[in-house]
């Protein structure tokens, strides 16, 4: 069955990840306040510099100047602290809300999670978790708060130099509309293609560097390995590229704006030249009108930059709503809320006319499948490649949907969440994933209370207590995805952590894969014997097993059970 997570259309599931990205108001509103005050400040410390300069050169009594130099010091003084405050705050508020922007997207990636996300470049994903979500931390410190503190701080200067001088309030206003539909039509025209092309391309290169490490030693032993570091290379090449163009369009709007802003200066002399001939207006009267302008184009500087990082933003948002899609697939089972309750496997389970397909595949990999397992059961599903057994093993543990009946016990999975059928039969995958820590922390996964004596138990049984003695010890790390430990080690540190984890049902899918074949009879030996008498086993292999460890065969072919 398919199961809608959010039915909202592409364009309003973008602007549900830009309004998540904007930390709540009791949060965020010192920030605002803040940053007011400091671009407000650094205004009006200009304007009571120059009217004091100016004021001071026609030699009045000090008296008359007391009011503008305590002006002075405390503006500067404040410019400064409400600058740190609104740093703190915004920085604060924006990352407390980063952190759940990323739980949320991790969130709606769970249930895709693992066959959901089959056909998804790693690269891409991981660029879209960090880097995409971190690009949405602009949103409230660079669009946001800078369009809103500077946008009513340009207003009150321009209300501010129209009570000392009409002409030059008229003067700016015109300048700053003029920079402000300058420097984004010019930004728009320059850099938006760049600024959109960015996270494509930074996912383009993760890719290729994940690509190639991941994969080094196959390229190496078919000299493909040049060609792989080309293509790392050109994709950094067109990264670096949209780059340069996003900055070069950001230096030519910060040029445009600083023009503007000695143009505003001209144009306020030129005007404000009569009102001084005529008496009407003083000469620190035309020092403020003049020298005003310079301070307000410095704090409207920050709205160009905030239309530039809005399209970026705005792009990250994109990427971050397309991660994930409005609907989960009819071929993934729905994902309630689990219980963390492990249901009880009874008479074991049973699947009745089971038939399952891969997420886009067009017909079924599974076909109408029969298959009992009694709890202490071993069973062997044999089948050459293709035929079905890793599929069988993902509609276990619940990763796949069915069609038919799949229960456990008197329960149909159905009615069950996956997580919780996950804690009564567990998966021991073909390539098992090992984190880049040490032995202990990746089997206290499984069971996070257990002792040191537990683990060193378990990796007897399993037979690694020889292996862990030469290594030093559970401190000893395993490298990245386990490549510090053969094959064989690693589906053994995997049976530990399920053995640990004490699932009633346990199924190994090719534990063998990627081992030398003159071991594999003695790994699976003790994989087996490793396991307790009342649990279930299903061993899926494309190899028999030595005599006596199973219970019995069965044969799938072509997604059938034929024996």
Not at 30 to 39: R, T
Not at 73 to 93: K, N, P, Q, V, W
Not at 353 to 379: F, H, K, M, N, Q
Request: proline share 6%; glycine share 8%.
């Amino acid at each position: 069955m398919s199961v809608p997570r959010d039915t909202r259309r592409p364009g309003e599931r973008t602007r549900m990840v830009l309004r998540g990205a904007m930390p709540p108001a009791r949060r965020f509103w010192p920030a605002l306040a803040s940053g007011f005050a400091s671009e407000a400040s650094a205004v009006a410390l200009l304007a009571v510099s120059a009217w004091l300069i100016v004021r001071a050169s026609e030699q009045p009594p000090v008296l008359y100047l007391t009011a503008a130099v305590v002006g002075v010091r405390f503006f500067a003084i404040a410019r400064a602290c409400f600058r740190y405050l609104e740093r703190l705050t915004g920085h604060d508020a924006a990352l407390r809300q980063l952190a759940t922007t990323r739980t949320d997207l991790l969130r709606g990636l769970v249930p895709l999670a693992p066959d959901g996300l089959g056909r998804t470049r790693r690269g891409s994903v991981l660029s879209s978790i960090v880097d995409d979500v971190d690009d949405l931390q602009n949103m409230p410190l660079r669009v946001a708060q800078p369009l809103l503190s500077s946008g009513v701080v340009a207003v009150g200067a321009v209300i501010l130099v129209g009570v000392v001088a009409w002409p030059a309030a008229l003067t700016l206003l015109v300048c700053l509309t003029a920079a402000g539909l300058t420097a984004w039509a010019w930004g728009w025209i320059a850099g938006s293609r760049a600024e959109r092309d960015i996270a494509p391309l930074r996912g383009r290169l993760a890719d290729a560097v994940l690509d190639h490490l991941a994969n080094l030693d196959v390229l190496i032993a078919f000299g493909a390995a040049d060609r792989s570091r080309a293509a790392v290379r050109d994709a950094d090449r067109a990264l670096r590229r949209a780059v340069v163009r996003r900055s070069g369009a950001q230096a030519a709007t910060a040029a445009i704006v600083s023009l503007l802003a000695g143009l505003a200066s001209l144009a306020a002399v030129v005007a404000s030249a009569p009102l001084l001939a005529d008496g009407t207006l003083s000469g620190p009267g035309l020092a403020v009108a003049v020298l005003v302008p310079m301070a307000v184009f410095e704090v409207f500087s920050a709205v160009p930059l905030a239309a530039a990082s809005w399209r970026q933003v705005r792009g990250s948002a994109e990427r971050i709503a397309a991660a994930v899609p409005d609907r989960i697939p009819a071929e993934l089972p729905a994902e309630p809320v689990g219980t963390g309750t492990a249901p009880a496997l009874g008479d074991g389970l049973h699947l009745r006319g089971v038939s399952a397909t891969w997420p886009g595949a067009a017909t079924p990999a599974l076909r109408d499948i029969d298959l009992d397992v009694a709890a202490g059961e071993r069973v062997l599903v044999v089948g050459s490649s293709g035929a079905g057994k890793s599929t069988l093993a993902h509609v276990l543990a619940r990763f796949l949907e069915v069609e038919g009946e799949y229960r456990l016990g008197d329960r149909a999975v159905t009615d069950l969440a996956p997580d919780d059928v996950r804690l009564t039969v567990g998966l021991c995958e073909q390539h098992p994933m090992l984190f880049d820590e040490d032995i202990r922390q990746n089997l206290l996964f499984a069971r996070d209370r257990a002792t040191d004596a537990d683990l060193e138990a378990v990796l007897e049984r399993v037979g690694l207590g020889a292996w862990l003695r030469r290594r030093g010890g559970l401190d000893a790390r395993v490298g990245e995805r386990g490549q510090l430990v053969s094959g064989g080690q690693a589906q053994r540190l995997a049976l530990a952590r399920a053995l640990l984890r004490g699932f009633p049902v346990l199924v190994l899918d090719e534990p063998t894969a990627g081992v030398d074949p003159a071991a594999s009879d003695a790994l699976l030996t003790d994989l087996l014997r490793a396991t307790r008498p009342d649990q279930a086993v299903v061993l899926i292999s494309h190899v028999r097993v030595p005599d006596g460890l199973v219970d019995r065969t069965v044969t799938l072919r072509h997604g059938e059970i034929v024996a």
